[in-house]
Nanobody
Framework: QVELVESGGGLVQAGGSLALSCAVSGLTFSRSNMGWFRQAPGKEREFVAA????????YYADSVKGRSTISRDSDKNTVYLQMNSLKPEDTAVYYC?????????????????????WGQGTQVTVSS
């Protein structure tokens, strides 16, 4: 059974930092391409960041580029999203996603339908 479990969300003041984690089980992590998406109240889910199975390729949404870093630890089967200089507009539920088909990842890394597996999400709230 595939499980993606996010953690690390919470309440933070604008300008602060948070580190989100996503623990993966039931998948061969070394073959899993990973993504982070977020959904703010009343809005559609949007792409945040992605990292290839090798970790050599990363992608970021323009809204978080320069403020966020995605990384992965194969020993822990975990992907991370470090977010700095947080803004109130970063407030959302953050979701972790995974896809094992490399071609699908490279053609759809910023699209929801590019991923097979999803976590339940973790809430991030940034106060002004």
């Amino acid at each position: 059974q595939v499980e993606l479990v996010e953690s690390g969300g919470g309440l933070v003041q604008a300008g602060g930092s948070l580190a989100l984690s996503c623990a993966v089980s039931g998948l061969t992590f070394s073959r899993s391409n990973m993504g982070w998406f977020r959904q703010a109240p009343g809005k559609e889910r949007e792409f945040v960041a992605a990292i290839s199975q090798s970790g050599e390729t990363t992608y970021y949404a323009d809204s978080v580029k320069g403020r966020s870093t995605i990384s992965r630890d194969s020993d822990k089967n975990t992907v991370y999203l470090q977010m700095n200089s947080l803004k109130p507009e970063d407030t959302a539920v953050y979701y972790c996603a995974a896809v094992t088909l490399l071609l699908r990842f490279y053609t759809s890394w910023n699209k929801e339908d590019g991923y097979n597996y999803w976590g339940q999400g973790t809430q991030v709230t940034v106060s002004s």
